[in-house]
Structures are given as C-alpha cells and as structure tokens.
C-alpha cells in the first residue's frame, strides 16, 4: 500500500472519530447542571396559549411571604430527625432516619380549621431535611421542598412549618431532601385531618424496609382485635415508590375518599384498588360474623378479627367509572391555559453522566417547562407517558380533576387527585383551579425518577424564589 493510500486510510479514521466523538463531547459538555443555580433559571417558559406575563428571576413576591397564618396553634408537634438504627414494629432492625425515634414517624392528626404547628429539628442527618406535607394544599413557603420553598435544614438546625388544617382527608408528611434515599430509609410519617366518624379509624402506612414490605412498621401480619359488626375505617398511605394493590378481604368495601378527597356515591366492592406511590385511600366495611377483615398489601397485612380468609381479588377498581356522578363547578370546557406533559425517554448524558434519562416534552432535566400560570386561570392538562414504564405524577399545592382517561370521559364520582399512576401508554386529561400561588414542584413520585429527571414546575407569574439548588445549602430536592 502506498504512503498516500496509508495517509488518506487515517484520515477518514480520524474523521470518523471526529463525527462520532465531536457530537459526544458536546452532548456531554451540554448536559452538566450547574452546581449553584435557580429554579427560575432552569428550562423554558411555556404559558400554555394563555397570556406570557413576565417570568421573573428577581423581585415580585417572594415564596417566603407565601406563609402559613400567624396566631396560636392548636396543634403543636416537634419532630427530631435522625440517623440511627432503630427497630420495627415487628422487631427488626434497620439503619435509616427516625422522626422521634421512630419511623413511621409520629401521627399528626388536626381537627378541621386548626391551625397546625410543627417544628423540624435536625440532630444528626447530614444530608439535611425537610418536611413536605403531601397532599395538604399548604401555602407555598410551608411547602417543605429543598432550594425552591426552604433551604435544607442543616444538622443542628431547625425550621417552623405553619398551615390551617382546611381539608379534612388522609395525607402525610416526608423530607423533600435528596428523597429517593431518606424517605426510602424512613423520614416519613401519617398526618390525618378531621374528626373521627362513626367508624373504628385505622391509619396504614405502607413502606417497605430494606426489602421488608411493612404496614405501620410491621412486617408480616399484624392484629387488631374487634368484634364482629364494627364498621372500620383504613386510611391507607403508599410510601414506597410504586403502585400497589391493596383493598379489604374478607367481605365487600367501600372506597370512601381518594387523596384525601371523599367520593360520591362509594358502592360496595371487592375489587382491588390500584394505589400509586405517594397516594391514599380510605376504605371501609365491617367486620364479618366467625371472619375477619384483613389489609391485603402483598407480603404485609392487617387483620381485624379472627381467621382471615380469602385472597385479593384479580379485579381492579376504576376511578373513572366508580361511584356516583356529580356536577363539578369548574369551567374545564373553557380552560384559560392548556399544557401538555408528555413523558418519553431517550439515550443521553445527564449532568454528564451517560444513561436512559426520562424527558419532558423532549427535553432533558433541567431544559424542561416550566408551566406558567396567573392565579385565577383554569388550567388544562394533558399528560400522556410512553416512556416505556408507569410514573405516579405528583403536583404539588392542587388537586386535579381527572377528565378522562385515553380519550374516555370520567362517568363516575368526581375524582380529585393530587398523585395520579399515569401507565406507559395511557394518557390522562386532567383540571385545576389556579388558586394557590408560588412555585410548585409537579414531579414522579418513583422519586429515583425525579432524580433521574422526571420533574418540573407550576410556576405563577411575578413568584420567584431566593433559594438556590446546590450550593454551600446542598439543596437537592428530587
């Protein structure tokens, strides 16, 4: 071969090289997220065909002004984080986080129009903590997210939390700080608002430890005595990060409230309810005569009564056919803004990390929309996910009325959610009322999704934030 041949050989090496590394370098160098940065810096504003007010960086009403009301409280809580080992329920132990040497935490229950007061203290997680009450419609600044609401409360630190108990319903509280690890490992707990009714009240927290499928800490199955004929309520919570069935055996249910919303017109069921991570649902029944009434979780249960029998129904519940029809006084037929949030995935670098990141609308965290909305406006929204996999969605400081399912209209109870499992595939429409402004995360809660990507804003025109990401604060919000 001639030197020229030799020569011309390695120059298209090198230009293939170039084509394919060039692009790389690129791509890679693009994907680094800063290490000290805004929330209102990140992505694009997208107004959804309403007006495009201004997108504010600095100025206009800070999230910090956005506080819960002053005056006396009528519930009082402290809560201690930590790190440590701590035992379940059922014994075993675990190396995670405790909230007052336990985890579940506390129960916080409030009765409705209490103004609720909790103090966050950090003894010993260096990661830093907060605490976001999912599910409560709280005003932004009680909101709990690291770096958008709050900087991370630092070991030795601690943050005053202040909201007016104003729905009654199911909920609960967890850090919003680096969640995919100290929730997982135990910083969470169940907040229930209203008086008890009628019923016997069970609260279930589901969660799973270290493999360890849990109800209120309690692997296995657990008992609740009580005699045959005495109607229960369970309030059910799904900490973990994906869906789970569950429903009452034993006798037919009633689904009483979702998302700490009650429906209307709750029929008589012994289907399985289908609960996405980070959502509640209250079920009720009684305990039958010579049985037993029993939490079906998978691995865990809880049982009411004596000889448990039967098994979880292969049927499932569905909210977009259940219950009763009710008129809903919200214009969604004439919404002032329509956003669409289409999840997807693609090959890629993430803060220079190559892998299978998730996208919003096409792009990668953090060149993602941010919704900007007016308060007031009646907003639309159009989620549809063919990502590949399931992704319970989680807007934060709403709840949205489910219009319809892959085109199909909801003929059912009105269904209010503010955590809605959103399958590969499927496409939801869903409706809110603009009325609580600030900035708002509206992310997966699988939270290893959010840090992977899958999460982004609401953001109302003239709000910005003084709280940065990253940083000497650490903030990192997930």
């Excluded at 930590?82 to 336990?102: C, H, I, M, Y």
């Excluded at 916080?108 to 007061?117: C, F, K, P």
């Excluded at 919704?371 to 399931?390: C, E, L, Y």
């Excluded at 999460?455 to 910005?464: C, I, K, P, Q, S």
């Amino acid at each position: 071969m001639s030197e020229g041949r030799r020569l011309r050989g390695k120059l298209i090496a090198l230009g293939v090289a170039l084509a394919v590394l060039v692009p790389l370098g690129y791509f890679w160098a693009t994907s680094h997220v800063p290490g000290n940065y805004s929330a209102m810096d990140m992505g694009y504003a997208d107004y959804g065909g309403g007006p495009a007010g201004m997108h504010q960086h600095h100025g206009g009403t800070s999230v910090t002004s956005l506080a819960g009301p002053a005056g006396s409280p009528s519930v009082v809580v402290m809560l201690v984080a930590r790190k440590q080992k701590f035992s379940l329920a059922s014994g075993e132990s675990v190396d995670g986080f405790t909230l007052n040497g336990t985890s579940p935490g506390p129960l916080i229950r409030a009765r409705l129009g209490d103004l609720v007061q909790v103090t966050l203290v950090n003894e010993s997680v260096s990661s830093g903590v907060t605490l976001h009450w999912h599910g409560v419609d709280v005003p932004n600044a009680e909101d709990g997210v690291a770096g958008i609401t709050q900087d991370a409360v630092p070991v030795g630190g601690q943050h005053v939390y202040r909201f007016r108990a104003s729905q009654a319903g199911t909920y609960w509280y967890h850090s919003h700080q680096v969640s995919s690890k100290e929730v997982r490992d135990g910083l969470f707990g169940p907040l229930v608002i209203g008086a008890p009714g009628a019923a016997r009240e069970v609260v279930a927290a589901i969660h799973t430890y270290d493999g360890k499928r849990t109800i209120n800490g309690h692997t296995g199955s657990a008992s609740i005595a009580l005699p045959a004929g005495t109607p229960v309520r369970v309030r059910v919570i799904n900490t973990d990060n994906s869906l789970i069935r569950t429903g009452l055996v034993g006798t037919p249910y009633k689904v009483l409230a979702v998302d700490g919303r009650d429906l209307v017109g709750p029929t008589l069921t012994t289907a399985a309810f289908p609960l996405a991570a980070g959502a509640r649902v209250d079920l009720e029944a009684s305990v039958p005569e010579g049985g037993a009434l029993r939490l079906d979780a998978g691995s865990a249960s809880l049982v009411f009564g004596t000889n448990p029998t039967g098994t979880l129904s292969a049927d499932t519940v569905d909210l977009l056919t259940y219950g009763t029809p009710s008129h809903v006084d919200l214009a969604t037929a004439r919404p002032t803004r329509t956003f669409d949030y289409r999840i997807g995935r693609r090959i890629g670098f993430l803060d220079g990390k190559p892998g299978l990141w998730w996208t919003i609308n096409g792009h990668k965290y953090p060149d993602v929309p941010m919704f900007m909305v007016s308060a007031g406006d009646i907003v639309r929204m159009r989620i549809s996910n063919t990502s590949g996999q399931s992704h319970p969605m989680h807007l934060h400081g709403h709840h949205a009325l489910v219009l319809t399912r892959n085109g199909t209209p909801s003929t059912g109870t009105p269904w209010w959610t503010d955590t809605l499992e959103v399958a590969n595939n499927e496409t939801y429409e869903i409706a809110f009322h603009a009325d609580n402004p600030g900035i708002w995360m509206d992310h997966c809660h699988n939270l290893p999704h959010a840090t992977e990507g899958l999460m982004t804003h609401l953001a109302y025109f003239g709000v910005t934030t003084p709280y940065r990401l990253g940083g000497p604060t650490s903030n990192k919000p997930e």
